[in-house]
């Protein structure tokens, strides 16, 4: 067999695969985004098979575009996603900066940090939402009974009982409701997610100048300046990474929103797919084929990032 | 005036404890999970036995008769071990045929393999949904090994193209004149070589199949669901189980989380695609 041959053909299974997986879902995606496609519908039997004469045009589009739901999951997409990513880069940057350096226990340290990485997203949901987060028999509920308790006591103490009867009760925060279960997810992603910037980042901290940075502390550059004007930049780009990988892994966050809301109306765009998928697959197609124009604009950028250093 | 400054009495004594501080603070649901796994299920809500409590083994001697454990981690194991060896099994020949006979596309096929891992799983929910029950494929262990491996090959191809780059091209090269057969070059000498890079590969997809909880939830019912399926089918037990809960979910994460520490560095290189070096 020639030397040219042979290396196609050993990547065509992948390639093949890989190619299928793509086209073939996608593409019916596409087909039935253009559809009246519905599971149930005892009116119109007809479009209960998707067929070429069920012909919707962009009508599903136009369907999706104005449901209340839709803008709603955008939004509430949108919103978990940014608060995790400026919060996993804050913390991912801070932390990476604080543990850069030797110190007693660094490696136990290392480890201890990046545990929450390889804890399955259901079971991070199930553990923050029960056993952390409940606001009667979780620990935030726990906390806030005692700190209650303690306040309740000091109300019934002479001489300062006065003072301490000024201060109202403590409310747990439910985090089962619409907007705050929102926040629950932001927390317990974010509690996932930092480790892996911290990982990223203090692997991109290694490879800094150090020559310059002694440099600028000969000049008597402060610690400020020296992280402002050398460190930061130097992280500019795994920050860009961060961000970005972290952006398309989190548009399709699923596992968390439906454990945690799950019928609360907190909805991300992969949740309401699900709902539109009940009964209506051409909405659910509409939206999918969103989800997958926001990837890309995303992708579209980490992409020409990653392709600059694929070949060298 | 000295040149080198002394170190301040915060790099002495304050960086290491905020560090420890911060690691002990991540850690911290991890280790609650697990204390709340040796309570009681009456115990486990009771303030009064938040930090003093009589430990208890019930919890993972009852895992199989309260959860049905060992059937749902038999699962995981199953449906985490095939798509781990059959994406090794695609993989290694085609990262093999990139990195030592490079055309002018490889980049491209490259780049193209990543972006179908950027592809929002949910957008093709219903075909997927649609295609494995007509095909009768829904809820078995094949589909779910297909689907973990095909979700994982962009990444574990990349990975290994990157391990055999660093292979100088004069070894594969001579095996070649020697007259060695194609698979005889990727199991006499391409495997040995790169042992250590296609070990971590492995470890890595292994734990991101573990982890998967889109399609494994959303194509299983009961005979293939993995751990991910059971653990989202008890979410919200109101209290009533936090003892047996945590007891199954430690269960489910610990060794992950263990095999997780080995491979720090590959998860830098597996999910940056190695942008960040």
Known sequence: MSDRKLPRLLQSPAVILLLIWMLIPLGMTLYFSFIRYVLNNLRRPEWTTPSLSNWRGFGNYEFVLNSKDFLFAIQNS???????????????????????????????????????????????????????????????????????DMLDTLRNAPLVGWFFSLWPELEPISFRATQTSAYAVIIMVT??????????????????????????????????????????????????????????????????????????????????????ANNNIGAASATGIFAVILANIVAFFLLRMIGRTLME | MAIVAKPSKFAKYGRPTLAWVVGLLFFFPIFWMVVTSFKTDADAVKPEHLIWFTPTLENYLNMTENYDYWRFAGNSVITAVFATVFTLFVGIPCAYAMAFNPSRATKDVLMWMLSTKMLPAAAVLYPMTFITKSAGLFDTHFLIIMVLSLINMPIVIWMLFTYFKEIPKDIIEAGQMDGVSTWGEIKEILIPLAWGGIASTALLCFIFCWNEAYWTVRLTTTDAATLSKLIEGNRAPEGLFFGRLSAVSAAAVGPIVVLGWFCQKQLVQGLTFGAVK
């Open chain 1, 78 to 148: 949108l919103l978990i996603v940014c608060s995790i990513l400026i919060l996993t880069v804050v913390l991912g940057v801070l932390i990476a900066v604080l543990i850069n350096k030797t110190f007693p226990g660094q490696g136990i340290v290392r480890v201890l940090l990046i545990s929450p990485f390889f804890v399955m997203p259901a079971v991070n949901a199930v553990l923050w939402i029960n056993m952390i987060l409940d606001p009667v028999l979780g620990l935030q509920g726990i906390a806030v009974g005692s700190i209650n």
């Open chain 1, 191 to 276: 509690w996932q997610w930092t480790p892996f910037a911290v990982l990223i980042f203090m692997t991109s901290l290694q490879s800094e100048d150090q020559q310059q940075k002694e440099a600028a502390v000969l000049d008597g550059a402060s610690i400020w300046s020296q992280f402002r004007f050398l460190t930061l930049p130097h992280l500019a780009r795994p920050i860009a990474i961060v961000v970005m990988i972290q952006a398309i892994f989190h548009l399709s966050l699923y596992a968390e929103i439906e454990i945690v809301s799950r019928g609360n109306g907190n909805k991300n765009l992969p949740y309401l797919i699900g709902e539109f």
